[in-house]
């Protein structure tokens, strides 16, 4: 298999506050995994690149100080979004690169974040 | 710049056969991936093509041309629980690098009875 897993499911939280997600590759170790956003009916955004041991990297646009990521061992990284406001409110979704001969991606299922 | 085109919407019988177009323009090419995806949930790999030419798994099968830019999702005796979004994705850079994925907008497939 290839299962990644991610908690919580689904989040509803107050303007202002931290809200932390992880994302965890349970049968296999990851030293990337992405984050990605996805608006309704919308594709998949790649906010970050995490790397394990290392910092991530950020697609242009992301404001790394909102969006901290940590990539502490080979099988989970954490996505925290600080100070969460109502734009914030998405459907976040993580993946882990499992190395082989396709490098192929594995999704999480996803973290549903409302902020009221 | 870098682009992945597929089409929004289509719709298709139960038992028929339906194409699912995806056209790109990136950087570097290093793999294309489909992806499904259900309504509320994240996606699932469906298949990988890196070289020209057609992938079969089950009654789902991808075609990729490099020179043309040009790939294919074809879905044979479709179900009702084929309905769902199908997202074409490019990997733009040679491996070795963090090989991220650049995703086209997704086409969502509705099987009608």
């Known amino acids: 298999g290839a299962v990644v897993s991610q908690h919580p499911s689904r989040v509803i939280c107050k303007s202002g506050t931290s809200v932390k997600i992880e994302c965890r590759s349970l049968d296999f170790q990851a030293t990337t995994m992405f984050w990605y956003r996805q608006f309704p009916k919308q594709s998949l955004m790649l906010m970050a690149t995490?790397?394990?041991?290392?910092?991530?990297?950020?697609e242009q646009g992301v404001e790394k100080d909102k969006f901290l990521i940590n990539h502490a061992s080979l099988t989970l990284s954490t996505l925290t979004v600080t100070s969460a406001h109502p734009e914030d409110s998405s459907f976040y979704i993580c993946?882990?690169?499992?190395?082989?001969?396709?490098?192929?991606?594995?999704f999480g299922p996803g973290t549903r974040l409302t902020v009221l | 710049g870098q682009n992945i085109d597929q089409p929004t919407e289509m719709t298709a019988t139960e038992g028929a056969i339906v194409q699912i177009n995806c056209t790109y323009q990136?950087?570097?090419?290093?793999?294309l991936f489909w992806y499904q995806q259900h309504a509320g949930e994240a996606p699932t790999f469906l298949s990988y093509?890196?070289?020209?030419g057609l992938e079969e798994k089950g009654r789902f099968s991808s075609f990729l041309s490099r020179s043309k830019g040009y790939s294919y999702l074809l879905l044979k005796e479709l179900q009702m629980k084929d309905s769902a979004s199908y997202l074409c994705?490019?990997?733009?850079?040679?491996?070795?690098?963090?090989?991220?994925?650049?995703f086209g907008q997704g086409t969502t497939l509705q099987v009608k009875p």
């Open positions: 995490s790397n394990e041991g290392s910092k991530a990297t950020y």
């Open positions: 993946s882990a690169k499992r190395q082989g001969s396709t490098d192929t991606q594995y």
């Open positions: 990136t950087s570097g090419f290093n793999g």
């Open positions: 994705a490019v990997r733009g850079t040679k491996a070795g690098n963090t090989g991220k994925l650049i």
């Open positions: 093509n890196v070289l020209d």
